[in-house]
């Protein structure tokens, strides 16, 4: 089944603890994304990858890192996690190119304390 | 710089009357038009899309959207609610010149269904 997996669905944390949400597909897509998102605010882009070892900063990449060392995995590292991070954080994956359709993960929502 | 813009964060309406959700765009140039439907504690998944040709795009469970390119609009309608519709929608917009598959979102509205 083409999938989008996030792990963990749910975490909480503490102020300045670092953590990785893990992100994989296996519908062997170039895109990969990373979007949070906040009540009234919609979905906003962290960061995105057009491939392997190709990364760029979205809309609001402050605090946050990626790595994309192979084709299907994606982790978002928050390095020194803050409570304005607390949010719902969705992976998507696509086909390199304009028209394609997104296929998101289930979401992860991350509560700092 | 693209926008989109959702009118109305709540829409409630009864089962079985009309569904219309509002989204107006801004692009410099003529946009990829998506809705996504968000169920309680799920991921996105794609209603319908608009990319060219036909202005009227058909999708899923019955949704139906219309590109109306002079009120720089695409809303979303569904004839006849049902319950099982109740869950956030979302519009997006992607630049036609972009490389980078960017979707921008707009901020959700929330369709409840009375009985």
């Known amino acids: 089944e083409a999938q989008v997996t996030q792990n963990p669905r749910y975490l909480i944390t503490v102020t300045g603890k670092k953590l990785t949400v893990t992100c994989s597909q296996n519908m062997n897509h170039e895109y990969m994304s990373w979007y949070r998102q906040d009540p009234g605010l919609g979905l906003r882009q962290i960061y995105y990858?057009?491939?392997?070892?190709?990364?760029d900063k979205g809309d609001v990449p402050e605090g946050y890192k990626v790595s994309r060392k192979e084709k299907r995995n994606f982790p978002l590292i928050l390095e020194s996690p803050s409570p304005n991070q607390t949010s719902l954080y969705f992976c998507?994956?696509?086909?390199?190119?304009?028209?394609?359709?997104?296929?998101f993960g289930q979401g992860t929502r991350l509560t700092v304390v | 710089a693209q926008s989109v813009t959702q009118l109305g964060s709540h829409v409630s309406v009864s089962e079985g009357a009309l569904v219309l959700l509002r989204c107006n765009y801004s692009?410099?140039?003529?946009?990829?038009l998506f809705w996504y439907v968000q169920y309680p504690n799920q991921g996105l998944q794609l209603l319908l899309k608009y990319t060219t040709g036909a202005t009227l795009v058909k999708g899923i469970n019955g949704f139906e959207a219309e590109f109306k390119k002079s009120e720089t609009s695409f809303h979303l309608t569904k004839p006849s609610a049902h319950m099982s519709d109740a869950a956030e929608y979302f519009c997006a917009v992607s630049d036609r010149g972009s490389s980078a598959s960017k979707i921008i979102f707009g901020s959700g509205t929330r369709l409840s269904i009375r009985p």
């Open positions: 990858s057009m491939n392997v070892e190709v990364t």
């Open positions: 692009s410099s140039v003529p946009p990829y």
């Open positions: 998507a994956s696509s086909f390199a190119g304009v028209v394609t359709e997104a296929f």
